[in-house]
């Protein structure tokens, strides 16, 4: 075994186990805001794999959206809300618990069954040097259906969002007694205010 293949051997495993201790970091820490951050790393780790596969483009898709778009979209709405509540036990925890960890583990086996019986193969092609190129050439041809209903279901997502932050609280008048309360089918828009404009 050469130098790069060794490197190459030792820089997988690390980043494969920094995956799995951030991962569970995700799910056992009690703190939410350490959880986020710990899926950061989740998400570096995993791009630094993209990058031992020649994988630049996917790799670095995973950081500018994954890291830098929804990990931080999570830090600032944990940060934002900053709802503190007493930590109360949960009746039945321990069989909820236990009814995750069998099922994670049967999951584990799962895939452990599958990686051991499937036959590995290297290929023979030669590796790809664009792999922009060819995610490109995939999207517009094999993938072009999935790419658009992607695509629409991210505008739809987006509209959904313009029209829940126009949207705000207005209290309605206290009902009269033997009066029928009918309930509003929409809410309000926020008002549109006229904006001035400020002399020179």
């Given amino acids: 075994m050469d130098l790069a293949t060794l490197t190459q051997t030792i820089t997988f495993f690390a980043l494969g186990g920094a995956v799995i201790i951030a991962a569970l970091g995700v799910v056992l820490l009690n703190n939410v805001v350490y959880s986020a951050f710990l899926l950061g790393g989740v998400f570096l780790s995993i791009s630094g794999l993209y990058i031992l596969m020649n994988a630049d483009f996917v790799s670095a898709a995973q950081i500018l959206i994954y890291v830098g778009a929804v990990n931080v979209l999570i830090l600032f709405a944990i ?81 959904g969002a313009v029209v829940l932050a126009r949207r705000e609280l207005v209290l309605e008048p206290e009902p009269i007694l033997g009066e029928e309360v009918v309930p509003p089918l929409e809410l309000p828009e926020r008002p549109r205010e006229p904006v001035a404009l400020s002399e020179k």
């Fill in 79 to 159: 940060m934002l809300v900053n709802k503190r509540e007493a930590y109360t036990p949960v009746p039945g925890r321990w069989l909820r618990q236990g009814g995750a960890a069998v099922v994670s583990l049967g999951v584990f086996a799962l895939l452990t069954k599958m990686i051991l019986q499937t036959p590995w193969q290297l290929s023979s092609l030669p590796p790809t040097t664009d792999s922009i190129t060819t995610i490109g050439q995939h999207f517009f041809s094999d993938f072009l259906l999935p790419f658009e209903l992607a695509s629409i279901l991210l505008l739809m997502a987006l509209i």
